[in-house]
């Protein structure tokens, strides 16, 4: 599939080629991590459920994991079975499939063993990198790829961006008017790409306290191999410390190797990770989804 193209936004606010090297390499401590509440606020669920054991559940329509998934952050009283119990309660009656976003401490690994002993299956693997905004060299311009920033996405931002995701943005709608709803929660700008008037990429920046969140990167496939997405990637960093960010994040699944090739020549280091487990469906299948 491909998403439909649209005629540029006029405020056009820089136009630019990107060329290795010009970023600095910059360290983040591996301690350092923005961690999954900052995470969340980055990328708000449209409904928030919090159980009677204090985890959070994401309701979103089912569109993304990260806006339709729980996460445990803290024991519960009533223990790790129960709490689990809850979670799936709270899906079934919002008739979408169970999912829990697991990290690697000690609770996590308690809820992952609930999980795994429940039949849930691994999803998707996912990276969280970041680095700090210091040391960040402008964004080159006089190329032939122009940027423009918006809080809201335009309807050709949001269609690149379901293409992306697998989920058709033709449905009357629904599914286009879901996605905003998700990606304007929070603080939020959306940098578009464009070529000869085309839409040929996408990001999305947010912001949290100090923390700045990329997300969203998605570049025309005939468009890829052109340093379009190492611009863009470039000039969201540039947007979040514009806007008050000390540090930026990003989460890249495991094995899309070409996108982490990319942060790390752009000095993302990784700092954290985690797994979605899901429940499988009541013949014993799970559902197909994207992150």
């Not at 693997?125 to 006089?142: H, S």
């Given at each position: 599939?491909?998403?439909?193209?649209?005629?540029?936004?006029?405020?056009?606010?820089?136009?630019?080629?990107?060329?290795?090297?010009?970023?600095?390499?910059?360290?983040?401590?591996?301690?350092?991590?923005?961690?999954?509440?900052v995470?969340?606020?980055?990328?708000?669920?449209?409904?928030?459920?919090?159980?009677?054991?204090?985890?959070?559940?994401?309701?979103?329509?089912?569109?993304?994991?990260?806006?339709?998934s729980?996460?445990?952050?803290?024991?519960?009283?009533?223990?790790?079975?129960?709490?689990?119990?809850?979670?799936e309660t709270?899906?079934?009656?919002?008739?979408?499939?169970?999912?829990?976003?697991?990290?690697?401490?000690?609770?996590?690994?308690e809820?992952?063993?609930?999980?795994d002993?429940?039949?849930?299956?691994?999803?998707a693997?996912?990276?969280?990198?970041?680095?700090?905004?210091?040391?960040?060299?402008?964004?080159?311009?006089?190329g032939?790829?122009?940027t423009?920033?918006?809080?809201?996405?335009?309807?050709?931002?949001?269609?690149?961006?379901?293409?992306?995701?697998?989920?058709?943005a033709?449905?009357?709608?629904?599914?286009?008017?879901?996605?905003?709803?998700?990606?304007?929660?929070?603080?939020?700008?959306?940098?578009?790409?464009?070529?000869?008037?085309?839409?040929?990429?996408?990001?999305?920046?947010?912001?949290?306290?100090?923390?700045?969140?990329?997300?969203?990167?998605?570049v025309?496939?005939?468009?890829?191999?052109?340093?379009?997405?190492?611009?863009?990637?470039?000039?969201?960093?540039?947007?979040?410390?514009?806007?008050?960010?000390?540090?930026?994040?990003?989460?890249?699944?495991?094995?899309?190797?070409?996108?982490?090739?990319?942060?790390?020549?752009?000095?993302?280091?990784?700092?954290?990770?985690?797994?979605?487990?899901?429940?499988?469906?009541a013949?014993?299948?799970?559902?197909?989804g994207?992150?």
């Open positions: 599939m491909s998403a439909r193209d649209g005629g540029a936004p006029a405020s056009t606010v820089s136009r630019g080629t990107v060329s290795r090297g010009t970023v600095s390499r910059a360290k983040v401590p591996t301690a350092l991590a923005p961690g999954v509440e995470e969340m606020a980055c990328w708000p669920p449209l409904r928030r459920v919090v159980t009677t054991q204090g985890w959070w559940v994401g309701l979103s329509g089912g569109l993304t994991k990260r806006a339709n729980a996460v445990a952050l803290q024991v519960p009283d009533g223990g790790v079975p129960s709490a689990v119990d809850e979670v709270h899906y079934a009656a919002a008739g979408l499939p169970a999912v829990m976003r697991v990290g690697h401490d000690g609770l996590q690994d809820v992952r063993g609930e999980l002993g429940r039949g849930w299956a691994e999803r693997v996912t990276a969280v990198l970041a680095r700090p905004l210091d040391g960040l060299t402008a964004t080159p311009g006089g032939a790829v122009r423009s920033l918006a809080r809201e996405p335009d309807d050709a931002w949001l269609d690149l961006h379901l293409d992306v995701k697998g989920a058709d033709r449905d009357g709608g629904a599914r286009r008017a879901l996605a905003r709803a998700i990606l304007t929660g929070g603080e939020a700008w959306h940098l578009a790409a464009y070529e000869d008037d085309a839409l040929v990429g996408i990001i999305r920046v947010a912001r949290a306290g100090r923390w700045g969140a990329l997300s969203c990167l998605a025309r496939p005939e468009h890829r191999r052109r340093g379009t997405g190492r611009l863009l990637t470039l000039r969201g960093l540039e947007v979040a410390r514009e806007h008050g960010a000390s540090h930026a994040f990003l989460q890249v699944e495991e094995h899309n190797t070409g996108a982490a090739a990319l942060y790390a020549d752009l000095g993302f280091v990784r700092v954290d990770g985690y797994s979605y487990l899901e429940r499988p469906t013949d014993g299948t799970v559902p197909a994207s992150c």
